[in-house]
């Protein structure tokens, strides 16, 4: 009896002493977890990555006639020799000063187009300006691997749609390097990423707006 009583006191304080050990214990953590020096900051860390960063918006372009210094900001080498375009002189109109280059050069056999003559000057021209040879090759795979549809106001005039293609492609296939780094050729860069590009006889006040197939749509900013 006396060792069963004394059994149960020693249960009994060895249940409170592990209680108060605990309490001990949560006390301590306690007290550690809320007890912070007054002078200790507190930092919060956020990783730029998860900050959502909006892109700036593209610069508004106005789509009007093609810039004249765009020629000057690209210096393209030219397509034609001048003892062949001084013979040409004095057209009354593009199409017919085109359609003399072309007989001239030998391009053009009763009103139709020699594209293999054509092909044959492009390869050449790749040849002789290797800086432009890729330029080169986009003017046979866009200008002559098809008929064009007429590419400004004149209809039947083979020689103009080649030569408005010729050029619309030695734009847009222009490299970055190939442009002159001033601020002068900033706006015709823009122009030229994207803007249609129409001749300028498609602006003349009789003409119906977008009627040029050069220039299909024609939103005068994009």
Not at 37 to 47: N, R
Not at 56 to 71: K, R, S
Not at 184 to 202: G, I, L
């Amino acid at each position: 009896m006396y060792v069963a009583s004394y059994a149960k006191q020693w249960n009994d304080g060895h249940k409170k002493s592990q209680q108060n050990k605990k309490l001990t214990s949560v006390h301590r953590l306690k007290s550690v977890t809320l007890t912070m020096p007054k002078e200790t900051p507190l930092v919060l860390l956020i990783c730029g990555a998860d900050i959502p960063v909006t892109p700036p918006a593209p610069p508004m372009v106005y789509c009007g006639e093609l810039p004249d210094q765009i020629h000057d900001c690209l210096k393209t080498p030219a397509l034609v020799d001048n003892e062949i375009t001084s013979k040409c002189v004095g057209k009354s109109n593009r199409c017919d000063t085109y359609t003399c280059v072309f007989r001239e050069a030998g391009w053009l056999v009763d009103g139709t187009v020699d594209k293999k003559k054509l092909v044959q000057h492009f390869d050449q021209y790749g040849v002789d300006h290797p800086a432009w040879a890729e330029v080169a090759r986009q003017f046979k795979a866009t200008c002559l691997e098809r008929d064009l549809p007429a590419q400004g106001l004149y209809l039947n005039c083979p020689a103009y749609d080649i030569m408005w293609c010729v050029l619309t492609a030695s734009i847009r296939s222009a490299q970055p390097s190939q442009w002159a780094a001033t601020e002068a050729c900033t706006y015709p860069r823009q122009y030229a990423a994207a803007c249609p590009f129409c001749p300028s006889e498609c602006f003349a006040s009789a003409i119906p707006s977008g009627s040029c197939n050069a220039c299909i749509s024609l939103p005068r900013t994009t």
